[in-house]
């Protein structure tokens, strides 16, 4: 879907590339904020037509700036308005809960000519599940529209009593208002002369109204919001244009998906339909954006634990300590006809919730933060032990109990995305393989942690179970024939024998052995995972491969990066370049140089990535591997316990110098440079350390 989508907080709106949200419309497009659309039509017309569209563009992310014009018109053989006469150029942006749209129409006529110009702006106030078509139910219904001169109000209350509103205001007095809720604007415009009308369109819930300001004020207020994020972020330079364009768009494209609910900035999934708290990609996420800004991971952990189970519900699969997979504001969700409320049905997010807390603490040091989320990390580990491993084998596995729950729990969470060498789905409980590897790098990683702080019984149990864990997996997970682990065990404890990309992230975790972990690391650059453009989701030898699938056979960036920071920190450089080398080509071929969330698995013999048809972009984790690329490149691992910065270059092809500057590491910053010279020989500045850490380099 090739729309116009822009965010800002927890408001976002997707046009048609002319700014429209056409009558009929099935492709999903309106103005929502939690989980409701508060816009469903929005057309603009002069003289009663669709105006011609010259160009369109929401490369800044927070802001659609469209340029139209007429068609001519004729009636009767009657000149009405010669074409391309008028230029309208249509301007958005979202601001403080509110959608600011202006429309300036300027003549290029030689001679005063008048036009009628209109807005038809409408809302249905659907449900996200039922614009999706997931899930239908019992619904509220509009209460009318209230009209005033320059404002108008479409009103609706749900199911859940909720009482839903579209207040729209504009400028200018109105010519008229037709009976489908059409506003007319008559103009007069000499040669050049330029007419300006302002809307002010705000969801409103329960009466409570987003504040009107100036435009321009707004539209300051929103830039300075960006200059402050890209101040207070990394930045980099190098001298490949690709590589620039790419990392600055991921930077800008992750600033737009940061939502705050009240405990601090955190990833939303991604655009348009996932703009919401998920457990797993806000986790993932904000692992990858650690050496942009460890703020966003903090603020993600303090989110999580604000939303963690409580207590057993078999209908949202929730249980004490667990964390959430994802949450939803809707109708459906407050009539309780979803269980999303929030819903808990996800194997990894809690593993990766602990894994998150240390890895923070190693970049940061910040130790606060750690002993005040003592009892949510507490509650996460006995989730871990025991509502996890229920039948007590030392594997962490999921089993659906929601009716309308989810079956598959781990980030391949399509119905086949679990399949055995034969083709035939694994069944529940499953146990899959780099969850075991989340679990065992949280154990290792925070036993030294909970030591330090003065709880060493709890620090060696912990150090236990995972040697206990670490010994079973090597057992049960390894294929022989393959060289390579199994993506997951079954009911049956058998292995799913699927060679898939899943085993990449346990490279990160250290439970494999150096021998296998290298048998990983060149399978997953080998031509069956690695199609030139990056790493399959599972080998195209494989019974299930599709390369055209969501979940067998395509390539998806956030997945690659997980594989790559393994491949990094277990020394795999040459493997590690070669999928920065891969995901660039792709990344070429996107618009606005964006990965997006997945694309099709085919061979780079192709000469351009093949789309996935309904990849959400820009999407947050899709975002954030390019962030992993400068972690990999700089061979990047801080750790707080010993007071360390392990550093460890390399360079892809076709870029001979990287700067990386501001680093927010420990109580300070980090700037790097990185040059090659013709004869192939790496060197590395250290241009300004205040992190307190000590440098190691090899």
């Known amino acids: 879907m090739n729309d116009l989508v822009i965010k800002e907080n927890d408001l976002f709106l997707t046009t048609d590339k002319g700014g429209d949200i056409p009558d009929g419309d099935t492709a999903g497009r309106g103005?929502?904020?939690?989980?409701?659309?508060?816009?469903?039509?929005?057309?603009?017309?002069?003289?009663?037509?669709?105006?011609?569209?010259?160009?369109?563009?929401?490369?800044?992310?927070?802001?659609?700036?469209?340029?139209?014009?007429?068609?001519?018109m004729e009636e009767n053989g009657e000149l009405i308005l010669w074409r391309e006469s008028v230029e309208i150029e249509r301007t958005r942006f979202i601001y403080d809960g509110a959608l600011y749209e202006s429309f300036k129409l300027t003549s290029y006529y030689p001679k005063t000519i008048r036009f009628d110009f209109s807005l038809l702006l409408d809302a249905d106030f659907a449900d996200?599940?039922?614009?999706?078509?997931?899930?239908?139910?019992?619904?509220?219904?509009?209460?009318?529209?209230?009209?005033?001169?320059?404002?108008?109000?479409?009103?609706?209350?749900?199911?859940?009593?909720?009482?839903?509103?579209?207040?729209?205001?504009?400028?200018?007095?109105e010519s008229r208002v037709d009976e489908s809720g059409e506003l007319h604007f008559d103009l007069e415009l000499r040669h050049r002369e330029e007419a300006i009308i302002r809307f002010f369109i705000a969801p409103c819930i329960d009466g409570n109204e987003p504040v009107k300001h100036e435009t321009d004020y707004a539209m300051g207020k929103l830039r300075a919001s960006y200059e402050e994020w890209n101040q207070a972020s990394t930045a980099v330079r190098s001298?490949?244009?690709?590589?620039?364009?790419?990392?600055?768009?991921?930077?800008?494209?992750?600033?737009?998906?940061?939502?705050?609910?009240?405990?601090?900035?955190?990833?939303?999934?991604?655009?348009?339909?996932?703009?919401?708290?998920?457990g797993r990609d806000s986790l993932i996420a904000a692992l990858q954006m650690l050496s942009l800004n460890p703020g966003i991971a903090k603020g993600t952990l303090l989110t999580m634990a604000a939303y963690q189970g409580k207590r057993v519900d078999e209908w949202r699969d929730e249980q004490p300590g667990k964390v959430m997979h994802e949450i939803r504001y809707g109708e459906l969700a407050?009539?309780?006809?979803?269980?999303?409320?929030?819903?808990?049905?996800?194997?990894?997010?809690?593993?990766?919730?602990?894994?998150?807390?240390?890895?923070?603490?190693?970049?940061?040091?910040?130790?606060?933060?750690?002993?005040?989320?003592?009892?949510?990390?507490?509650?996460?580990?006995?989730?871990v032990r025991e509502y996890g491993d229920l039948d007590g084998d030392f594997f962490v596995e999921y089993y659906q109990q929601s009716s309308k729950g989810i079956a598959n729990q781990g980030w391949k969470d399509s119905a086949d995305s679990i399949v055995h060498r034969g083709g035939d789905y694994a069944e529940a409980p499953i146990a899959l393989v780099e969850v075991q590897g989340y679990v065992y790098q949280a154990l290792t990683k925070l036993?030294?942690?909970?030591?330090?702080?003065?709880?060493?019984?709890?620090?060696?149990?912990?150090?236990?179970?995972?040697?206990?864990?670490r010994d079973r997996f090597e057992d049960s997970f390894w294929m022989e024939d393959e060289q390579y682990y199994a993506i997951a065990l079954d009911k049956d404890k058998k292995m799913v024998q699927?060679?898939?990309?899943?085993?990449?992230?346990?490279?990160?975790?250290?439970?494999?052995?150096?021998?296998?972990?290298?048998?990983?690391?060149?399978?997953?650059?080998?031509?069956?995972?690695?199609?030139g453009y990056g790493i399959r989701t599972m080998s195209a030898n494989a019974s299930g491969y599709n390369p055209m699938s969501y979940h067998d056979g395509s390539i998806w960036p956030?997945?690659?990066?997980?594989?790559?920071?393994?491949?990094?920190?277990?020394?795999?450089?040459?493997?590690?370049?070669?999928?920065?080398?891969?995901?660039?080509?792709?990344?070429?071929?996107?618009?606005?140089?964006?990965?997006?969330?997945?694309?099709?698995?085919?061979?780079?013999?192709?000469?351009?990535?093949?789309?996935?048809?309904?990849?959400?972009?820009?999407?947050?984790?899709?975002?954030?591997?390019?962030l992993v690329f400068i972690q990999t490149l700089l061979g990047l691992r801080p750790d707080a316990l010993s007071g360390s910065i392990a550093l460890r270059p390399s360079l892809p092809d076709g870029m001979n110098l990287l700067e990386v500057t501001g680093l927010q590491i420990g109580g300070g910053r980090l700037s790097v440079r990185i040059t090659r010279n013709d004869a192939s020989d790496l060197k590395l500045e250290i241009l300004s350390n205040t992190t307190g850490f000590k440098l190691i380099v090899p």
């Open 128 to 173: 996200m599940f039922v614009v999706r078509g997931f899930q239908h139910g019992e619904l509220g219904a509009k209460t009318g529209v209230r009209s005033y001169p320059q404002k108008r109000i479409i009103g609706y209350i749900g199911a859940d009593n909720v009482r839903r509103e579209t207040m729209i205001q504009w400028d200018c007095p």
């Open 558 to 626: 956030h997945d690659n990066s997980l594989s790559l920071l393994g491949l990094s920190q277990s020394g795999f450089i040459e493997e590690a370049l070669s999928v920065i080398q891969g995901l660039l080509a792709a990344a070429e071929k996107f618009e606005y140089y964006r990965l997006p969330e997945l694309f099709c698995g085919y061979d780079s013999a192709l000469r351009s990535p093949v789309p996935y048809p309904v990849a959400c972009s820009p999407q947050a984790w899709a975002a954030g591997t390019p």
């Open 498 to 531: 699927s060679v898939t990309s899943n085993a990449g992230h346990i490279l990160m975790s250290g439970i494999a052995s150096p021998e296998r972990a290298a048998a990983v690391a060149r399978r997953l650059v080998a031509p069956d995972m690695f199609s």
């Open 447 to 469: 036993a030294p942690i909970y030591n330090r702080l003065g709880r060493a019984s709890e620090a060696l149990q912990m150090e236990q179970y995972a040697e206990i864990l």
């Open 31 to 72: 103005l929502y904020t939690k989980d409701t659309r508060f816009l469903s039509r929005m057309e603009a017309r002069i003289n009663g037509k669709k105006p011609v569209l010259l160009s369109s563009s929401a490369d800044e992310n927070y802001i659609s700036t469209i340029r139209m014009t007429n068609p001519h």
């Open 334 to 383: 407050g009539t309780n006809q979803v269980p999303f409320t929030p819903y808990y049905g996800t194997i990894d997010a809690t593993p990766l919730f602990l894994l998150l807390a240390v890895e923070y603490y190693a970049w940061t040091g910040d130790g606060d933060l750690i002993v005040s989320l003592m009892p949510r990390l507490d509650a996460a580990l006995n989730w």
């Open 239 to 278: 001298d490949n244009e690709l590589f620039n364009r790419l990392y600055h768009r991921s930077v800008q494209d992750l600033r737009v998906l940061l939502t705050d609910l009240g405990y601090g900035s955190f990833p939303v999934a991604g655009l348009p339909w996932f703009s919401v708290p998920f």
